[in-house]
């Protein structure tokens, strides 16, 4: 990340609001929102600020750490359009300000996150939602969490352009680091249900680089669609036990690809489950049989993901490991002991690294994690 200037240096005056939102680790319930089902996703340390100040010029300019040696973009108000770069995350939130008549006359805006771009920990979201609230709070709109995450999702959906459902959104707003937001995406009801003290989270990236926008995210949707639309439902979240029967006799894959939706939403409901009642052995078995739905179902894995996978399972005090975020590469959430994740994490490292051009970054939970 490159050091930028203070907000003063940068724009002339001090900064008029100051917001963050975090980043955020999915633990279990992947490719299931889209599919109307059920979340499970926790708040990671890293962080997404943004700094901001009014202009009354109908300009907005704004500075990020964390685009090349830090990057300026500008636009006018009322003349936001796609330009498949970062500020269209910038132009999609003012463009959803705008259509609730929010008196936007410009700002100027710092950018600066801890939350690694495209490692799968939603770097996207927690910027979007950290931008929601600068514009909240400079404009006194009165729009609440689910509101922002509303607002994010749009912005990042209809104006970025990538097919993203409400999870990420919704963990940068309302998700903390001490409890998992067990969130409805069809309804987005949810719960913050306490992360076990027996346990801790580990994030290790593959640096295997990943594109929620890619043809294969597209495809994975595409075939859940009509794997419901065969299985005679409106999404796959509906899929009941008598349609749950059918679904061998679907055309391969949609076959799999259904099953991983079906079998995942159930595993959401039997983490909550085994979180409530502090099973962590049954929590790290559905960590694992996560991962081999990915892998074996929903074909979103990667060999340098599954090595990742294998060599923390492999490690005694790890109750389970899984893929986590949308896939094509991305990182390893496991489930360990507590104590006991950084000694892992160097472990996981070190197995990764033995084969040449890997290098894994441990992200939460490890020695070089910030
Ligand atoms: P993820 O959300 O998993 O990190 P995405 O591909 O969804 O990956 O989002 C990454 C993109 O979001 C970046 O390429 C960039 O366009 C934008 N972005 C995220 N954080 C920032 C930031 N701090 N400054 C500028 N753009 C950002
Ligand atoms: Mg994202």
Redesign the pocket.
């Known amino acids: 990340m490159a050091r930028l200037q203070s907000f003063e240096a940068l724009f002339g005056r001090p900064a008029a609001v100051v917001t963050d939102a975090p980043g955020r680790v999915n633990l279990i319930g992947e490719h299931t929102d889209y599919n109307g089902g059920y979340v499970l996703p926790t708040a990671i340390p890293q962080r997404?600020r943004v700094e901001a100040a009014p202009r009354s010029d109908g300009v907005v300019a704004v500075v990020?750490a964390?685009?090349g040696r830090g990057t300026r973009a500008s636009f006018r108000v009322g003349e936001e359009a796609r330009r498949g770069?970062?500020l269209d995350?910038v132009q999609g939130i003012v463009t959803g300000f705008r259509a609730l008549g929010a008196p936007l006359s410009g700002f100027d805006a710092r950018?600066e996150?801890t939350?690694p771009?495209?490692?799968?920990?939603?770097?996207?979201?927690s910027?979007l939602v950290a931008l929601a609230r600068a514009l909240r709070a400079m404009l006194a709109v009165p729009v609440d969490d689910v509101g922002i995450a509303r607002l994010a999702h749009a912005a990042e959906h209809d104006f970025v352009g990538?097919p993203v459902g409400m999870m990420d959104p919704m963990a940068a707003s309302l998700a903390d680091e001490r409890t998992a937001l067990f969130l409805d995406t069809r309804t987005l009801a949810f719960e913050r249900i306490p992360l076990p003290t027996e346990a801790e989270l580990l994030v290790v990236d593959s640096r295997v680089a990943h594109?929620?926008a890619s043809g294969d995210y597209r495809t994975r949707r595409a075939e859940c669609e009509r794997a419901a639309a065969a299985l005679g439902v409106s999404a796959l979240r509906d899929v009941d036990a008598a349609a749950e029967r059918r679904i061998g006799a679907l055309p391969a894959p949609l076959d799999r690809r259904a099953r991983h939706v079906v079998t995942e939403n159930a595993r959401v409901l039997a983490a909550v489950e085994a979180l409530r009642s502090g099973d962590m052995d049954r929590l790290g078995r559905l960590f694992d049989e996560s991962h081999r739905s990915m892998r074996d179902d929903f074909e979103v894995s990667v060999p340098e993901v599954d090595a990742l996978v294998a060599s923390a399972r492999a490690q005694p005090d790890v109750y389970g490991a899984r893929l986590t975020?949308g896939g094509f590469g991305g990182s390893i959430v496991a489930l360990v002991k507590r104590g006991r994740a950084a000694a892992v994490a160097r472990a996981v490292v070190d197995a990764y690294g033995r084969t040449p051009g890997r290098r894994a970054r441990v992200l939460v939970g490890g020695p070089s994690a910030s």
């Not at 771009?117 to 979201?125: M, P, R, T």
């Open positions: 997404t990020t964390n685009v770069a970062w995350y950018i996150s939350v771009l495209g490692s799968g920990l939603s770097s996207s979201a910027l990538a594109n929620h975020g």
